[in-house]
């Protein structure tokens, strides 16, 4: 390795289930660099952090650390702690119920001469340590006592004084504000000045342009590339996360392009939930498509559960067909003619061990209430009416919806909020994951329930379909609204605003 690399992963690869994850991925950390590791939903991130922290047991590749002779192959992340990696997560993995001094020594603890722990050594070291970080905190109170940005900042001291040379910090920021934001980047660059690695992977690209020395992009488990940060503009590094050449995008207008609509269906004014989203406007109209565009974690999908009460809103105000509503639940929502296809159709979507009939009827039947039990003729047919209209491929009704293939769940989902003939719907990637025939069938029902009156918002990591489907796009970054695009929408406009506008700087 050279003098200055601290980590070297070569030709990673590694596969789950028959689907390769990751193929010969290189990665460099150099000594006092914070490098960003990048990349979208599945692209291979978490994998490779996996692999360098002895979670994953990759099958291709090797791993060199600064200071350890020969290839290193970590099988725990005890073993990757021992050779200098350690890692914090979003969530903090550490016991709110002991103290910050605790926390810092747990398993490591001193001890004095009888073998008893040693509590004022550990307590004194402690308060130490978080003095040389500049972070301000009693550490003999429990952790809990304090916030999500002081309780990292404890994870990382942690690390710190365990000698780490390579820090891993996967989504830190995401639910900080941003006073808390800038408390943790003063810790990194003060542990980069100490030679500390630092592999920063985050989803919010002006923190990346802030802090960030080298960004690494990895796109459907392959290396895309490693640059210097002034090397990579904001534009070009959404081109390389999504897989686009702008030499090949083609302008496509929406049908709907310049077309007005009169009635207010959906007004917010204000909008916003602590720690997700910030307050936000927005108003949507009957018959109208609303594409909501942006990164993975830009924000996307919180703004929807906002709307729909599944994050209560803390700011704001939220109208329904010109009348102010509260929305404190999803149940809320589904009474006053809302449904919502989440983009996690396995957690959030199917029940699988119900039948696809079950499934279907399953939101109609919650807001009637389980008291009132809908005849199982009518539970019939309904089922066979959505089965025919959205071509849904099953053995019969009563298939366990688990048996059937992913863009057949995703219809049997779509079918049980059409059931319940809402006015306003939320769809949130509602093709991830299926085939281009099924797709294209979805983005035809969009448009058709559009033209029926209904009112969609459609959020989807494919700027194309949207722009077939909608006729504005509501622009997301790192938790904010920050542009609406109206008018001809094409490809390069839409990743522009995406990476930030017309900049080209750093």
Known sequence: MEDNVVLYAKQISMTFTGVKALSHVDFTLRKGEIHALMGENGAGKSTL???????????????????????????????AQNVGISTVYQEVNLCPNLSVAENLF??????????????????????????ELGISVDVTKNLEEYSLAIQQMVAIARAVDMECKVLILDEPTSSL??????????????????????IFVTHFLEQ????????????????????????????KLVAAMMGKDFDDLKSVKSEDAGKTFDELEISARGLGHTGTIKPFDLDIHKGEVVGVG??????????????????????????????EVKINQPI????????????????????????????????????????????????????????????????????????????????????????????FLILDEPTRGI???????????????????KSIMFIS?????????????????????VEELTGELTEERVMKSIAGGDRDEK
Not at 117 to 127: G, L, M, P, V
Not at 212 to 230: A, M, Q, S, W
Not at 314 to 322: E, I, M, P, R
């Open 49 to 79: 952090i996996k692999c360098l922290t002895g979670i994953n047991d990759f099958e291709e590749g090797e791993i060199y650390i600064d200071g350890v002779e020969g290839k290193v192959k970590n099988h725990s992340t005890k073993d």
């Open 106 to 131: 747990i398993g490591r603890e001193p001890l004095t001469k009888i073998k008893t722990i040693d509590r004022k050594s550990y307590t004194k070291r402690a308060q130490e340590i978080m003095d």
């Open 177 to 198: 504000d941003d006073e808390e934001v800038s408390k943790l980047f003063k810790v990194m660059r003060m542990l980069k000045e100490k030679g500390v690695g630092i």
């Open 208 to 235: 990346v342009y802030e802090v960030c020395d080298r960004i690494t992009v990895l796109r459907n488990g392959l290396l895309v590339g490693e640059y210097p940060i002034e090397e990579l503009p904001r534009l």
């Open 294 to 323: 942006g990164l993975l974690g830009s924000g996307r999908s919180e703004l929807a559960r906002v709307i729909y009460g599944a994050d209560k809103a803390n700011s704001g105000t939220l109208k329904v067909k010109d009348k």
């Open 332 to 423: 809320d929502a589904m009474n006053l003619g809302m449904g919502m296809l989440p983009d996690d159709r396995k957690a959030e979507g199917i029940i699988a061990d119900l039948s696809v009939r079950e499934n279907i009827i399953l939101a109609l039947q919650s807001r009637s209430g389980m008291f009132k039990l809908m005849p199982y003729s009518k539970q019939n047919e309904l089922a066979d009416k959505y089965i025919d209209l959205l071509s849904i491929k099953t053995p019969g009704r009563e298939t366990l919806v688990k048996q059937l293939s992913g863009g057949n769940q995703q219809k049997v989902i779509l079918a049980r909020w059409l059931a319940t003939d809402p006015d």
């Open 435 to 453: 085939d281009v025939g099924t797709k294209t069938e979805i983005q035809k029902l969009i448009l058709e329930l559009a033209s029926e009156g």
């Open 461 to 481: 990591s494919e700027i194309a379909e949207m722009i077939r489907t909608c006729s504005r796009m509501i622009i997301m970054r790192d938790g904010k609204k």
